[in-house]
């Protein structure tokens, strides 16, 4: 079956320090890919996707993420994380022709301290 | 722009009763809405597809009479838990997607369902 796997459920980092969330997927197709946001309280909110072209994709708020395909990773960055990018982060992909079935990630929930 | 909102936020009703959830695109046109459920620490898990004027696709295990998907125009999708139990207790979810760009979905801020 197809799944999506966050590595880590929790994350805590310092202000200004760098972050990796990594996602993984399990599907052989072809596959739009997704990061989604939801900051406490609020929806989930589109970060940044990929759906074909340069690998590197740059989506709001400095995060950008990497496509790479023999490795089925799609892992989320960011070189600066400040203390309002506290949230928790889904990673979800779309197999192409699935009609819009996304498959989610468990979520990784990141805490900055300030 | 492509905003969706769901109504009520949360909601609190006794087992056997019947609970309506609302999902409107506020300033856009929703082709396809979706609908998810959500455990405490879990992902997102699709329930249905809804395409306006036809009938909803469930996914596997999602019982059709147990979950009432009605899409009656381009910017309303309601979803009705009939007969409630405690056990479907969860955070419901709608997406939709715009005409214009169907593989990005835009998420509703949930609906938290608690069955006594």
């Known amino acids: 079956a197809q799944s999506v796997s966050q590595h880590n459920h929790h994350v805590i980092l310092s202000e200004a320090a760098s972050l990796e969330l990594g996602c993984n997927y399990s599907?052989?197709?072809?596959?739009?890919l997704f990061w989604y946001v939801q900051y406490p309280g609020q929806h989930l909110q589109l970060l940044l996707k990929?759906?074909?072209?340069?690998?590197l994709v740059k989506g709001i708020k400095g995060f950008e993420a990497e496509f790479i395909k023999s490795k089925f990773s799609f892992n989320l960055r960011k070189p600066s994380v400040q203390w309002s990018d506290t949230a928790e982060y889904f990673c979800a992909v779309d197999p192409v022709g699935s009609q819009g079935n996304l498959i989610f990630g468990k979520g990784t929930k990141l805490s900055v301290k300030p | 722009g492509a905003v969706v909102s769901q109504h009520p936020s949360w909601v609190i009703c006794k087992s056997g009763t019947s609970v309506k959830i609302e999902c409107r695109s506020l300033?856009?046109?929703?082709?396809?809405m979706f609908w998810y459920r959500q455990f405490p620490k879990q992902s997102l898990m699709l329930m249905a597809t809804?395409?306006?004027?036809?009938?909803?696709?469930?996914e596997q295990g999602v019982e059709k009479d147990k979950f009432l998907i009605n899409h009656a125009s381009l910017t309303l999708s309601t979803l009705t838990v009939t007969s409630a139990h405690p056990e479907d207790s969860s955070f419901y979810i709608c997406?939709?997607?715009?005409?214009?760009?169907?593989?990005?979905?835009?998420f509703g801020p949930g609906t938290r369902l608690l069955v006594l």
């Open positions: 599907y052989g197709g072809t596959v739009n």
């Open positions: 809804s395409n306006e004027g036809s009938k909803a696709t469930y």
């Open positions: 990929y759906f074909s072209g340069d690998p």
């Open positions: 300033d856009f046109q929703a082709t396809t």
């Open positions: 997406s939709a997607t715009l005409a214009t760009e169907q593989e990005t979905q835009y």
